[in-house]
């Protein structure tokens, strides 16, 4: 291989892992911390749980709102119908997307994948 070709595959690599990508390519995640680099096994990084949580929307309520519901009561929501749902990883949200049926049990259709940029304002 010449340089003009290895220069070609190590694009496509990095393109393949998406733009701005951290991943390294010995599975090695860089971590910004405190003006210095380190690494973290990608391995170690698969293995760490998340809690995924989709939300249809909102409602504020006072206590003694809620101690007035019975069963059957209806709770409007600040979501308009056909709004895309919201999907939260670890309480950020992550994407937004439609509700779809798997085998009779819920799923979701991701439609758009919140800004990387987006994310990091909003845990601020």
Do not use: C, W
Not at 63 to 88: H, N, T
């Amino acid at each position: 291989m010449n340089n003009e070709e290895i220069g070609v595959e190590e694009q496509s690599e990095q393109t393949s892992l998406g733009e701005g990508s951290d991943i390294a390519a010995d599975n090695n995640v860089n971590i910004a911390g405190r003006g210095e680099s380190q690494a973290v096994d990608k391995a170690l990084l698969d293995s760490i749980p998340v809690s995924i949580s989709v939300e249809l929307g909102r409602k504020r309520l006072k206590i003694s709102e809620l101690m007035e519901l019975k069963r059957g009561a209806v709770v409007p929501l600040d979501s308009l119908a056909g709004e895309p749902l919201q999907v939260f990883v670890n309480d950020t949200l992550l994407a937004k997307g439609d509700i779809v049926l798997i085998d009779e049990k819920y799923g979701i259709k991701l439609t758009h994948i919140v800004p990387k940029t987006e994310r990091l304002k909003s845990s601020d």
